[in-house]
């Protein structure tokens, strides 16, 4: 399991482009994790379905975004 920072985000919205690999996707799940709303910048949406299953057990609900 995944440790995250603990701050509380509830509420607020983030962007985060890059979300399919490496640093983005961290950040998009740890944003997520601390209760954001997250929009995934992705270059293919494709990638949207197995980024946005690592969101169903926290209660943010990602919205994939392509970035052209």
Known sequence: MTEYPRFDLT???A???GAARGLGRAISLALAHAGSDVALGLRD???AAILC???KPS???PCPCRWM
């Open 11 to 13: 509420g607020q919205v």
């Open 15 to 17: 962007l985060v482009t």
């Open 45 to 47: 949406v494709n990638t």
């Open 53 to 55: 299953a690592k969101f």
């Open 59 to 61: 209660a943010a609900r």
